[in-house]
T-cell receptor, first 116, second 109 residues
């Protein structure tokens, strides 16, 4: 149990376009989902915490208008990278907690975004 | 500030034992996690420690000392498939994970 899916797994887009990434908890309800970004050989960087039915909480330095997060239901959160630029190319990973006592977060498989 | 330190890279031999250390400083503490991450993939959960002591799970064990702000991940009977990055993460008082940069483990035959 506790499976998280992400779609798409890879996306290549032109500079200036917008890209939407979906994160779904398949067999549990997640009131909170997390969006991370990872640069090559670097640690995971938390971008924002997505709460169902309310606005996301963004980390310092993350542009809210550029990285739009919507948590429409207990099983779906979306991250939209607006007006993407080459520097937005990265590995984006979502995670969700299943409310277990060990506070474990379950990660999606990640989305590799390449902006040309 | 909040900080996680772990070695950047380690090399070990197939069949041997390796210990990956992690020290942490966080605002409050709600547990220490270890994740395994293969290149190009998302992290997968290995262990969670919130009390002092050793937690054993098959070939992998994890140790925590809260007073020292220290944890280690012990991998026994190393296999080539264990070549990966191992991420240490501490959960602070706001239940937010503070991540280390990861330790790249290279297994040699």
């Amino acid at each position: 149990g506790a499976v998280v899916s992400q779609h798409p797994s890879r996306v290549i887009c032109k500079s200036g376009t917008s890209v939407k990434i979906e994160c779904r908890s398949l067999d549990f309800q997640a009131t909170t989902m997390f969006w991370y970004r990872q640069f090559p050989k670097k640690s995971l960087m938390l971008m924002a915490t997505s709460n169902e039915g309310s606005k996301a909480t963004y980390e310092q330095g993350v542009e809210k208008d550029k990285f739009l997060i919507n948590h429409a239901s207990l099983t779906l959160s979306t991250l939209t990278v607006t007006s993407a630029h080459p520097e937005d190319s990265s590995f984006y990973i979502c995670s969700a907690g299943a409310g277990r006592e060990n506070n474990e977060q379950f990660f999606g498989p990640g989305t590799r975004l390449t902006v040309l | 500030g909040q900080n996680i330190d772990q070695p950047t890279e380690m090399t070990a031999t197939e069949g041997a034992i390796v210990q990956i250390n992690c020290t942490y400083q966080t605002s409050g503490f709600n547990g220490l996690f270890w994740y395994q991450q293969h290149a190009g993939e998302a992290p997968t959960f290995l262990s969670y420690n919130v009390l002092d002591g050793l937690e054993e799970k098959g070939r992998f064990s994890s140790f925590l000392s809260r007073s020292k702000g220290y944890s280690y991940l012990l991998l026994k009977e190393l296999q080539m498939k264990d070549s990966a990055s191992y991420l240490c993460a501490a959960m602070d008082s706001n239940y937010q994970l503070i991540w280390g940069a990861g330790t790249k483990l290279i297994i040699k035959p």
